[in-house]
């Protein structure tokens, strides 16, 4: 998609900042090593590294002294002696200043100064989950509302997981990417179910689950039904878990990059039928993994070319976007205001499901 930006946050009338607050992926595990990398989040460049003792830190780009970028590392002759991180610090590679993993200035190699406690950069408080770093952003500045979920599959040797992939910067407004998660008309539409059977919606405090049977017509005249439980934990991550034979669990994650452009990512894992992976369950994650891009490339078909959704119009038989709407906005508002919204959104919302799209019945 391209990097232009989508509507802004202010467009949406979502609340009074700018970016949500919330767990959000800024990496792959993977992506982050002793060599410093820079990055942009929050309308923000970061630099992001590991630290000696396996920490990953995000601290804000600029140094303070005179402004270098932190993650532009050692130039010319001092490059082949220069270690930028040391230990969980970060060397400054214009004057040597070094930066610990909380932000604060530790050390001035050419000035015995006593270092006043206030000369820091910004750090975010970080945490890594099924190969992927979130940090906690938060406009009000405080410490974390809810846990990020663990994800234990990452660890299991019975699980085959596919590396955490970058899926690049899209220009789209990170609530509408959020909110095609409850969109279950294009199930049939987009994605080519033939039947969308049952379809489950539960607001739950800074979560909103999804539960979807989708049909699929076999040869025989039969029906093959797919379950899916696809649960937002905060603004920007998605883990959608695929009942089955092979349970799988494909997570989706997006951050915003400017106001209105998010950067996303992408993995999928899926569970060995006994007790050690055999070929034919490599050949299965194989098989969703191509499930899984395929979809996405069916949604970006839409997404590339549809005009932001300031105010849908919502009829009845509509999924409850106005009421996910109402939901996605506690991120956007001060946390003396989340209980409140929270309660307003609460609750579960089941239909029994809708027919084939009517092209699909009248084609034949
Ligand atoms: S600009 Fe960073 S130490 Fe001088
Ligand atoms: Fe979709």
């Known amino acids: 998609m391209a990097k232009e930006t989508g509507a802004k946050t202010a467009d949406y009338q ?26 942009r989040f929050f309308g923000e460049d ?28 050692a130039s010319g002759a001092t490059a082949q002696h220069c270690v930028q991180v040391v230990g969980d610090s970060i060397r ?24 006043p406690d206030t000369l820091r950069i910004k750090s975010w408080h970080v945490e890594e989950t099924g190969g992927c770093v979130f940090v906690w952003h938060d406009e009000e500045g405080g410490a974390p509302t809810y846990e990020l979920p663990a994800i234990p599959q990452w ?13 690049g910067v899209w220009g789209t407004h990170p609530m509408e990417l959020a909110e095609h998660g ?6 049939a539409n987009v994605h080519g179910s033939d039947r969308v059977v049952y379809h489950q919606v539960t607001f739950d405090r800074h979560c909103a689950q999804t539960t979807s049977h989708t049909a699929t017509l076999l040869p025989d005249g039969g ?10 934990t905060g603004p920007g991550f998605l883990r959608a878990e695929m009942e089955g034979e092979r349970p799988a669990i494909l997570l989706f994650c997006h951050t915003p990059v400017e106001d209105g452009q998010v950067r996303s990512w992408h993995a999928v894992m899926m569970k060995a039928l006994g007790d050690v992976v055999t070929d034919e369950d490599r050949a299965a994650h194989e098989q969703i993994c191509l499930f899984s891009k395929q979809a996405f490339e069916q949604d970006l078909h839409i997404f590339q070319r549809k005009k ?40 579960v919302i089941e239909t029994g499901g809708i027919h084939s799209a009517p092209w699909v019945s009248s084609a034949s």
């Not at 009074?16 to 993977?30: D, I, K």
């Not at 004057?95 to 000035?111: N, R, T, V």
């Not at 660890?155 to 899926?167: A, G, H, Y």
């Not at 919502?314 to 919204?341: E, H």
């Open 46 to 73: 970061v630099v992001l590294y590991r630290g000696a003792s396996g920490k990953v830190v995000m601290l804000d780009a600029y140094c303070p002294h005179m402004g270098a970028h932190l993650a532009v590392g």
């Open 308 to 347: 932001p959704s300031l105010r849908p119009v919502q009829i009845p038989g509509d999924p409850p976007f106005r009421r996910y709407r109402q939901w996605y906005a506690q991120f956007y508002q001060p946390r003396a205001q989340t209980a409140a919204i929270q309660q307003q959104a609460n609750g």
């Open 14 to 39: 979502l609340g009074q900042f700018t970016y949500p607050r919330g767990w959000l992926m800024v990496a792959s595990s993977a992506s982050v090593t002793s060599v410093p990398s820079e990055g």
């Open 223 to 232: 029906e093959s039904v797919g379950v899916t439980h696809s649960r937002y």
């Open 92 to 115: 400054c590679p214009n004057h040597g200043w070094i930066f610990g993993a909380d932000g604060k200035c530790q050390e001035i190699p050419y000035s015995d100064i006593t270092i």
């Open 155 to 167: 660890d299991d040797p019975l699980w085959i997981c596919s590396p955490v992939e970058e899926m």
């Open 182 to 187: 409850v969109d279950k008309i294009h199930l």
